[in-house]
Every structure is written in structure tokens, then in C-alpha cells.
């Protein structure tokens, strides 16, 4: 057993309920495939730094879980799947820090004004 | 900080042992060091955009090596993490 660490870009169309009936369905897949969730954490809609499909919000989803690693081509496949996944990652964990709560977590209201406005040109 | 050892006036032929000297003073630099090792960062996270905008100044291109002073091992860690982050549009490719 491995452990992952993914992150799912919703469509901003996607309403609270459905996002976690979103997730559910994940779970269900990898708790199917004998994985289990370490950590769930939805960071919401936020400002997308670059549009992706003609939207510029997109809802953020991180999930850390423990499975054999014929489930991340499984999951890769459903996340391609669903047309309203604008982007996803999977990638290992490569750090204990990975496993607490990630830096998006953390109260930082400086950091959201920063992405809200784009940078200055030189 | 450059024009700091500099005294204005004075001919051309007076200045030059100052100059020598000047230039000398510029020829010095503060021993470039990397951030992370420095700070015994061991793990690069894609997900701390604080860091790695500062990674990333103005255009969004990745802040060489040769000036940021962060030496190889880590620098392939940070474009990892950078490249990571672009994908998941947390911080721009480019920026005009």
C-alpha cells in the first residue's frame, strides 16, 4: 500500500451537496479497492490562476489516501471520466508534512487578496 | 549600495586610486546561499503558494538559479513543485 496525494479541480457550477456526493464517490471507489482515506480537505471555490475550459473559478478538493497502485490509473481514468473535473493530479507522498493539513488550510487572508488581483507587469 | 563608497566630485586624474579601489568594493559580493538548505527544508510543497511565488517573481518564470543562489538539488525539488502548482492553476505559466 502507497500513499497518494490527489486534488480534483470541480466546475464552480457544482453545488455544495453535490460535491460531496462527489467525494462519497471517490471513497467508494477506493474503499472498493481495499484504500482508505487518510484525509479529506476542501479548500472551495477559488480563483483560478489561469482559465481552464472558459472558467475562471473552479472548486478545490484534496484527498491523501492509502491504496495499491493499480487504483491511481482507476482513478485517473474516472477523473478523466467526468466532464466536469476541469483539472486533477495524483501524485505520491513524498513527506509526513503531506499527511497533517496542508498550507491551504492555514488562515492566511493576505494570501487570497494576493491571488484576487493578478501581478503587475514590469 | 553601489554608489555608496562614492564621493562626488574631484577631477579625473585625482579619482583614480579611489576608483581602483571603488571597484574593488563592487567586486564584492555577499556569498549567495540556498534558502532551503539553509533553512534544512528537506520537502518542497506544491501547495505553498507563499513560497513559491516568491519563487516566481513578476512574469511568473522560475527564479534562476544562478541568482536566487538555491543550489541544484533543491532547485529541481522547487521546479517540481512549481510545475505542479502551474498545472493546477494555483500560480500562472506567464503574467503580463
Not at chain 1, 23 to 45: D, L, P, R
Not at chain 2, 63 to 91: E, N
Request: proline share 6%; hydrophobic share 35%; charged share 35%.
Amino acid at each position: 500500500m502507497l500513499q497518494y496525494e490527489t486534488v480534483f479541480i470541480a466546475d464552480p457550477t457544482y453545488t455544495d451537496e453535490e460535491i460531496d456526493e462527489l467525494i462519497k464517490g471517490y471513497e467508494q471507489v477506493i474503499g472498493s479497492a481495499k484504500g482508505k482515506v487518510i484525509k479529506t480537505e476542501k479548500w472551495g471555490k477559488r480563483r483560478l490562476a489561469y482559465p481552464i475550459r472558459r472558467s475562471e473559478e473552479g472548486v478545490y478538493v484534496l484527498m491523501t489516501i492509502e491504496c495499491p497502485p493499480s487504483l491511481v490509473k482507476e482513478l485517473d481514468r474516472r477523473y478523466r471520466m467526468n466532464d466536469r473535473i476541469l483539472r486533477h493530479l495524483v501524485v505520491r507522498v513524498e513527506n509526513e508534512a503531506q499527511i497533517g493539513p496542508s498550507p491551504m488550510m492555514k488562515p492566511r487572508p493576505e494570501r487570497d487578496e494576493l491571488m484576487a488581483e493578478p501581478m503587475m507587469a514590469p | 549600495m553601489r554608489m555608496g563608497g562614492r564621493e562626488s566630485g574631484g577631477g579625473r586624474g585625482q579619482d583614480r586610486g579611489r576608483k581602483k579601489q571603488y571597484k574593488k568594493k563592487f567586486l564584492f559580493r555577499k556569498k549567495k546561499f540556498c534558502k532551503f538548505c539553509d533553512e534544512k527544508i528537506k520537502f518542497i510543497d506544491y501547495k505553498d503558494l507563499r513560497l513559491l511565488q516568491a519563487f516566481t517573481p513578476e512574469r511568473a518564470k522560475i527564479f534562476p538559479r544562478r541568482i536566487s543562489g538555491t543550489c541544484s538539488k533543491h532547485q529541481r525539488k522547487l521546479m517540481q513543485a512549481i510545475k505542479r502548482a502551474r498545472l493546477l492553476a494555483l500560480i500562472p505559466f506567464t503574467s503580463d
